[in-house]
């Protein structure tokens, strides 16, 4: 199966600061998205976004599918952006694969 | 509109015992899938739909079972529970392949513990 790797692993930011989250995988992908999961436990999709620059709000995505990689923005940060970001990749039509996460916890 | 639900939210199971979770999608999504997330971790596939009457093992089956006999519900079944199967398991539907951005929609997840 395709592997997806998601780096840093856990990140603590100050409020206002910008981060950069990565999600590498390991084979060709027909697509990729962008989740955050709250401290409660629910998925939001962020970002659909198989190749190419998404931006919303604050939150932008890049992805380049020919080197593999997708980077997620996160810019001003706050307190209610701390969860799990998840990448999760289309493999196979229609089987998404999901990294391990980043943890963020943005303190005020 | 209701999106994906399902039941029941939080669930305690001793070991041997069998259920069932019950998801439900109101969008007409041919695609339905079950993962299960333990602790720290991404989640992982256990089964999935392509449509009413067809399924297929995702990367961790074993110990569960699936079936698809109308495009809204997609049960998983979990014979002879055992602690390792203590995860919490969401649900998910995304549209036929192809469509509008293929956007994949979870449920809020069930809490299944085995003792």
């Known amino acids: 199966g395709i592997q997806v790797e998601q780096s840093p692993p856990d990140l603590i930011l100050q409020e206002g600061a910008n981060s950069t989250l990565r999600c590498n995988f390991s084979d060709s992908v027909n697509n990729l998205q962008w989740f955050h999961q709250n401290p409660w436990g629910q998925l939001i999709n962020l970002f659909y976004i198989p190749s190419g620059t998404k931006q919303n709000g604050r939150l932008s995505a890049t992805t380049v599918a020919t080197e593999r990689y997708s980077l997620l923005y996160i810019s001003s940060s706050q307190t209610t952006d701390s969860g799990v970001y998840f990448c999760a990749v289309e493999y196979n039509f229609n089987k998404f694969y999901f990294g391990s996460g980043t943890k963020l916890n943005v303190k005020p | ?115």
């Open chain 2, 1 to 115: 509109n209701a999106g994906v639900t399902q039941t029941p939210k939080f669930r305690i199971l001793k070991i041997g015992q069998s259920m069932t979770l019950q998801c439900a999608q109101d969008m007409n999504h041919n695609y339905m899938y079950w993962y299960r997330q333990d602790p720290g971790m991404g989640l992982k596939l256990i089964y999935y739909s392509v449509g009413a009457g067809i399924t297929d093992k995702g990367e961790v089956p074993n110990g569960y079972n699936v079936s698809r006999s109308t495009t809204e519900d997609f049960p998983l079944r979990l014979e002879l529970a055992a602690p390792s199967q203590t995860s919490v398991y969401f649900c998910a539907s995304s549209p036929f392949w192809g469509g509008s951005g293929n956007t994949i929609y979870f449920g809020e997840g069930s809490w299944l513990t085995v003792v």
